[in-house]
């Protein structure tokens, strides 16, 4: 396996440590990956844009019937049937996993901003261009049987490739 | 002692998830004011001062629309609003250095998300006195 590979199946790796522990400490739920896929229906996505130095977009999609699985169980109560509420749920999700990520890509990716979660009812259209990014990724994950898919794209230094942090 | 904490967040979602993990925590919560970003929060201390009522404790996410946490401190110590109240900063960005810019600006705890039940307790415990927990509060987020 040639470096890049190893360095780019590491920051996958990486992704999914961090999407376990946000439904671990905030849920208190398991969530296991399903593979490359997208979910399907998709019907509520999130994006998070970095700007600066490195430019990356962290997006999240969840089908509806997921999403509003997900405000319950943030809130611990059934009570979460609100579309804002549930849109809201989407975002912060998407916010705490790009905020975790941000944090694995070292020193230069920590002078570039995230943006607020932008919602949208459908697929959000990519925001950063996508070619000559030095890694496109999309998971599809579960948690309790309901599927959601993160999807992350970077374009960063030549110097910044090889820095990712380990998380664990 | 019952305590008045305001929670400042844009997201609704996570006001609601912290209040919750406040009570869950222990703390004797009279009340929970919200606001939506700093500037509803600056508004929220100046209502408070206007009526004389205490706000023992401020919960500001440091990511805001409006007005961001760091704005808010500064602009909180500018005002001289609730001066000595402790403030604790909430992100999901730990590598931000506004979160350096919070503590110097008067922040005295820092959270970052995702959080445990266990460090919002701990945090609490060390910037309130052991009165304001109440005495038989157990429990978890999501319990």
Not at chain 1, 41 to 63: D, K, R, T, Y
Not at chain 1, 71 to 93: F, K
Not at chain 2, 66 to 79: W, Y
């Amino acid at each position: 396996m040639k470096a890049r590979d190893c360095t780019q199946d590491q920051r996958i790796w990486q992704i999914d440590d961090i999407v376990a522990d946000v439904f671990q400490m905030m849920l208190r739920q398991s969530c296991e990956v399903l593979g490359d896929a997208a979910a399907s229906g998709i019907g509520i996505s999130a994006m998070v844009l970095l700007s600066g130095p490195i430019e990356a977009q962290c997006l999240v999609e969840f089908p509806h019937a997921t999403a509003k699985k997900l405000a319950s169980a943030l809130l611990g109560s059934e009570d979460a049937a609100e579309d804002a509420m549930i849109e809201d749920a989407v975002g912060e999700l998407c916010n705490m996993i790009a905020g975790g990520w941000k944090s694995t890509l070292g020193a230069t990716a920590s002078a570039s901003d995230l943006s607020v979660p932008a919602i949208s009812r459908s697929r959000a259209p990519d925001r950063i261009p996508l070619n000559g990014c030095s890694l496109r990724m999309r998971r599809t994950y579960a948690f309790d049987n309901s599927p959601f898919t993160v999807s992350l794209a970077i374009r960063e230094p030549l110097g910044n490739r090889s820095s990712a942090r380990s998380t664990k | 002692m019952s305590v008045r904490v305001l929670i400042i967040d844009d997201s609704m979602v996570m006001r609601r998830i912290l209040e919750s993990a406040l009570r869950q925590s222990g703390l004797d919560l009279a009340e929970a004011l919200h606001a939506a970003n700093g500037m509803e929060g600056l508004a929220a201390l100046e209502n408070s001062a206007a009526k004389d009522l205490q706000i023992d404790l401020i919960l500001c996410d440091m990511h805001m629309p409006v007005l961001n946490g760091l704005d808010f401190l500064l602009e909180k110590q500018r005002r001289n609003l609730a001066p000595g109240v402790p403030v604790v900063v909430i992100t999901a960005d730990a590598s931000d250095p506004q979160v350096l810019d919070a503590v110097a600006a008067g922040a005295q705890g820092t959270i970052s998300k995702p959080f445990t039940l266990e460090r919002i307790k701990t945090c609490v415990a060390s910037l309130l006195p052991p009165v304001a927990r109440a005495p038989s509060a157990t429990g978890d987020v999501h319990e």
